[in-house]
């Protein structure tokens, strides 16, 4: 049935085009099945069943001491082994060093022995925690010693116990999650709970026990509901790692939402490499193959041959990919590190392994069927003619179409996992290569009618148009490709832009509230930078248009209302990363030149609100009204650790109403303990907030989530490069009859070069223009509609890729036809007719 | 990632708002009878009421028991939440502007909770107090203690600054403006620390008294600005006059 040798020689022969075909099935392959079995590990290890982000299964919690009745059913527990308990503590104080008149509010955690029960507390001294905390001494963050002017080894007076200052916090497990404090933490051993006197009745304590699930296989929901029927309602609260984190959960989820949709464009620009780089090697063989036929071989001998050929190719290709697959397992967690708990390590799993490899089959199978189903219309006159065979439509041909992609579609839904978002996604991908496909229709035609002086140009254009040629699917591949690289990074910075990089290096990292009127100008030069001061005037917004605000008719939108107390500034101008949307300009003068009474909104009030250009605002000022209409809308284009204000008026109108102001600066974090001091030394009341420690957290956590959509964003541009590399390689045969031609009439090789360099420049070009309308267009669409977030379109990248495009694909080209160059003439027309 | 920036952004909100959640102070109400004069509610979110529905608030509720018993105040709320002694100190002049006969001075816990050091609330209160007072306004001093985690000489100091100031200026004196309710789950919302609807009937029952003692100084001082010549008798009947037909005017008997 198999001719084993004829399989081989056609290996050996198309060798080039097959390490494309096989370095397309394991692109694809192996996105998938890393990005597959990486998500089901983390959702096994973190969302199903999170445990470890709390420091324990889970998390008893109460502003108040624990009732009897729940202490009770959690001794219970305990007693029958089912779970291991541990008490925490938590509480502000203001500490004392034993000599000097400094005093420094700090965050005190009391803990119980076994904390934390999952995750570790990272000590200067790389000690385990348990040993260095024990009674009498306590850990500290380094702020608590800078700030007091203490070492490791001084005592402080924490409520009425004196305690030693034993080691240095380099890190907390859950402090990603906790981004804000007034003070710097201190750990302490519950052994010194009573001498410290400070918990008790008139305290404000969180009170909080963790408790480890000893059973793995245990019924959590059981336990927690058992404990809930003891709990008091609204005072004694149980949560699960699960609901106590639910935002980490959504957070993971639209990761990988992200990147499935990434392994998607993967698979389906690979599919596009895998269908190219074979018709390349079909359009080499078309001679062998009619010869071969006229030699009385049956359509299905050619078919089946070439059906195992790809099968195999595939099967190396998959085999390939899963085990690059299985190799990068080893890397993502370094990937991911500080996004998930420690001691998660993906394995590939075989049923992930088996789903692989049938992964890889069904897409050969459905990107390669059309392309062999061409080898039955091989004729053998096909020897003699030069026309391209553009072959009947078999009976076979809608049929396998249909089946090909509802496969496609099934495996997209299944990737996404969620049909509707599946259907859009597939609807949104065919209307994209529509559009593509009609842009590049109308752009050649466009082009044909244009004349070139230049010879070299216009031979290139023409060349675009040369019968069999694959021009027009060649830029529908390429932009496809190019467009969907772009829009995925456009899409990606504008989220990074919003969320991701909501602490780009410069963002204000030292926050002081509370500075008052008179003390401004001393607190300015007292930071000897020049600082912004925010006026803060508090006020609540009475009534809209008349009609009163109140909380019922408000649907909770964004977790704010519109009944709580606002905090209204006053300004001329608007900030660097403001942008009026309505209105025009922040203010409207009046015919005098003069700024009449009037208020900018913020566009997220004015939709929460349902406010609008002149509508009447009327604001009560600590029992003093004020009424504006609204002259402004405006919008925001950094990030929201910004300082921002939703309601702005004109600096005369409430200059003198009561205000408070806050400075947000950014300096060095070497300098923030000197800045805090010499500040609070100089205005007592001023308070600060200290974001250094977070903002770095937050900068290593957003460099990390960009290296992983990176990574997983690389595949694609890999497997753009690889349709490049298949598309010439398709056309390699006429390009080489071509360059003889212009050789025999009396061009030289300069010519050639030129030519063949303007057809690649002009593809490029063309490829690279439709991709950033169409990525420009859909971003947009995606970022202003789906995502709901300010776009830029970052043109500088769009132009980049338009003069690298064509550059690239000219290199490409160059590169993969170095030999047709090179070649004699006479030495190809001679082996042309000796074939 | 973008829970965390929001958990932030909440948490900023919250801080550099200081707000808590709490229906919006209604339009001032024409139809208070505030013929007798003003009262104007200052201090931080406990005076606001964060948490409550205004009408819950202690401003609200000691409105109506002074017009219940003919009283005819009305009561500003001026509270802002999230606002240390330093903040009133600065506002001061935007309260007076309304022309208050008497302040309710609630003020310093967010003081406390920041750790700021006692000696400069005290300060920031005693000069409260003197502006209040050569205004000819009175002032009922509410006084605070700090909880128990700060620190037992953190608590103690700042105890003790209420009760001096209060000594030196001879202010009326409510020692502590959370009796009762402070620490009791009943009377607090969630949080532990904000009096809930409950909390603020028990805040306003113990209130009451000393309202009504400053009542009782503000018309002695109006009579002594009126002329000194006016009799003691002519007072009295001039008191009387303004309770014809309420029996209330044995609050000045009782508490005087």
């Given amino acids: 049935m198999l001719n084993l040798r004829f399989l081989l020689r056609e290996l050996v022969q198309s060798r080039k085009q097959a390490t494309v075909f096989v370095l397309c099935v394991a692109l694809s392959i192996f996105s998938m099945v890393a990005l597959n079995s990486f998500r089901d590990t983390v959702q096994n290890l973190v969302l199903g069943d999170a445990r470890s982000l709390q420091g324990g299964d889970l998390l008893l919690h109460s502003h108040y001491p624990f009732g009897p009745a729940l202490m009770q059913a959690v001794a219970g527990l305990e007693q029958s082994g089912q779970v291991r308990g541990t008490r925490i503590y938590e509480c502000y104080s203001v500490i004392r060093p034993m000599a000097g008149v400094r005093s420094l509010l700090s965050r005190l955690k009391i803990v119980g022995p076994g904390y934390p029960l999952y995750g570790r507390v990272e000590l200067q001294s790389g000690l385990p925690l348990e040993t260095v905390l024990t009674a009498g001494r306590v850990v500290a963050e380094r702020e608590v010693l800078d700030r007091l002017g203490l070492q490791v080894g001084d005592q402080v007076y924490i409520g009425s116990a004196v305690l030693t200052i034993a080691d240095i916090i380099l890190r907390e497990p859950d402090r990603p999650v906790e981004v804000f404090a007034l003070g710097p933490r201190i750990l302490i051993s519950e052994a010194d709970l009573d001498r410290l006197q400070l918990i008790g009745k008139g305290s404000r304590v969180d009170y909080g026990i963790l408790l480890k699930i000893r059973d793995r296989d245990a019924d959590i929901k059981a336990i927690t509901a058992g404990l809930l029927r003891s709990a008091q309602p609204e005072q004694e609260q149980v949560s699960t790692a699960l609901n106590a984190r639910s935002g980490v959960k959504v957070f993971f989820d639209n990761l990988f939402f992200f990147l499935s949709l990434i392994s998607i464009f993967t698979l389906l620009l690979a599919g596009i490499g895998m269908q190219t780089s074979l018709a390349a090697l079909l359009r080499g063989k078309r001679t062998t193959l009619a010869i071969i036929k006229a030699m009385g071989a049956s359509g299905g001998f050619l078919f089946r041959h070439y059906f195992v050929l790809t099968l195999g190719l595939g099967l190396i290709g998959s085999l390939t990919g899963m085990a690059l697959g299985a190799a990068v397992q080893r890397l993502l967690p370094v990937l991911f590190t500080g996004l998930l708990p420690a001691g998660i390590t993906p394995a590939l799993r075989l049923a992930d392994a088996g789903q692989g490899l049938l992964l890889g089959l069904l897409v050969v199978i459905f990107f390669t069927f059309l392309p062999l189903q061409g080898l039955r219309h091989i004729r053998p006159a096909a020897l003699f003619r030069q026309e391209n065979q553009s072959g009947t439509r078999g009976m076979l041909f809608y049929p396998t179409v249909a089946a090909g992609l509802l496969l496609l579609a099934l495996l997209i839904i299944r990737q996404l996992q969620d049909l509707r978002i599946g259907l859009y996604f597939i609807a949104g991908a065919l209307a994209l290569i529509a559009c593509i496909w009609l842009l590049t229709r109308a752009l050649l035609a466009a082009s044909a009618k244009i004349r070139s002086p230049f010879l070299g140009l216009r031979q290139a254009h023409k060349s675009l148009f040369r019968p069999g040629n694959a021009t027009g699917s060649i830029i529908v591949t390429l932009a496809c490709a190019l467009s969907v690289l772009l829009a995925i990074y456009l899409v990606r910075t504008n989220l990074e832009a919003t969320y991701v990089e909501s602490y780009p290096p410069e963002a204000p990292n030292l926050f002081f509230l509370d500075i008052q009127p008179d003390q401004r100008q001393a607190f300015i030069r007292k930071t000897g930078q020049a600082p912004q001061l925010f006026p803060v005037v508090r006020a609540r917004l009475v009534s809209i248009n008349g009609q009163p605000v109140r909380e019922r008719q408000q649907p909770q939108q964004r977790g704010d209302s519109l009944t709580r107390e606002f905090s209204l500034t006053y300004r001329n101008n608007l900030l660097a990363d403001e942008v009026v949307s309505e209105g025009g300009s922040l203010f409207r003068r009046d015919r005098s030149g003069a700024v009449p009474l009037q208020v900018s909104v913020l566009d997220t009030v004015a939709e929460m609100g349902d406010m609008h250009l002149g509508d009447r605002l009327e604001f009560n000022i600590q029992g003093v009204p004020l009424q504006a209409q609204i002259s402004s809308i405006r919008t925001r284009t950094k990030s929201r650790l910004y300082p921002f204000f939703y309601f702005v008026f004109p600096e005369e109108f409430l200059r003198d109403a009561p205000q408070t102001s806050f400075a947000a600066l950014h300096i060095d974090p070497q300098e923030i303990t000197g800045m805090e001091n010499r500040i609070v030394s100089a205005f007592p009341n001023i308070s600060f907030i200290n974001m250094a420690q977070t903002a770095a957290e937050l900068g290593e956590l957003a460099r990390r989530l960009a290296g992983i959509v990176n990574f997983f964003a690389g595949f694609s541009i890999l497997a753009g490069t690889l349709i490049i590399i298949g598309s010439i390689l398709a056309t390699r045969l006429a390009r080489v009859r071509e360059a003889v031609y212009y050789t025999i009439l009396g061009a030289d090789s300069r010519f050639v070069l030129s030519v063949f360099i303007y057809e690649h420049l002009l593809l490029g070009l063309f490829s690279s223009l439709i991709a950033v309308m169409l990525a420009q267009l859909g971003s947009w669409a995606l970022c202003r509609f789906l995502f709901n977030i300010g776009y830029l379109p970052h043109w500088s990248v769009s132009f980049l890729l338009i003069v690298l495009t064509p550059l690239l694909v000219v290199v490409i080209g160059l590169l993969s036809s170095a030999g047709i160059l090179r070649q004699r003439p006479a030495q190809i027309l001679r082996e042309q007719t000796g074939e | ?256």
């Fill in chain 2, 1 to 256: 990632m973008r829970h965390v920036m929001l958990t932030g952004l909440a948490l900023i909100l919250l801080f550099v708002a200081g707000g808590c959640r709490q229906p919006a102070e209604k339009a001032a109400k024409k139809e208070v009878d505030s013929a007798d004069g003003l009262i104007i509610a200052v201090g931080d979110s406990l005076t606001a009421g964060a948490g409550v529905d205004e009408q819950a608030s202690y401003p609200a509720l000691l409105q109506k028991r002074l017009q219940a018993a003919g009283l005819h105040y009305r009561v500003i709320n001026a509270g802002v939440s999230g606002e240390t002694s330093s903040g009133t100190l600065s506002r001061l002049g935007w309260i007076l502007t309304q022309k208050p006969g008497i302040v309710i001075l609630e003020t310093g816990a967010n003081d406390g909770l920041r750790g700021i050091d006692p000696d400069l609330t005290r300060a920031n209160i005693e000069k409260i107090m003197a502006r209040l007072q050569a205004e000819k306004i009175v002032t009922v001093l509410a006084g605070m203690r700090m909880v128990g985690n700060m620190g037992g000489g953190y608590t103690e100091s700042f105890r003790k600054l209420y009760e001096d100031v209060a000594r030196e200026n001879g202010a009326v004196f409510m020692p502590f403006f959370l009796e009762g309710v402070a620490g009791d789950p009943a009377f607090n919302n969630s949080d532990g620390i904000h009096p809930n609807a409950r909390g603020y009937e028990i805040i306003t029952d113990n209130l009451f008294p000393y309202v009504v003692q400053a009542i009782n100084k503000r018309r002695e001082a109006d009579e002594d600005q009126k002329g000194r010549a006016s009799s003691h008798l002519g007072r009295a009947l001039q008191l009387f006059c303004h309770f014809p037909e309420h029996p209330y005017s044995t609050y000045r008997v009782s508490y005087k």
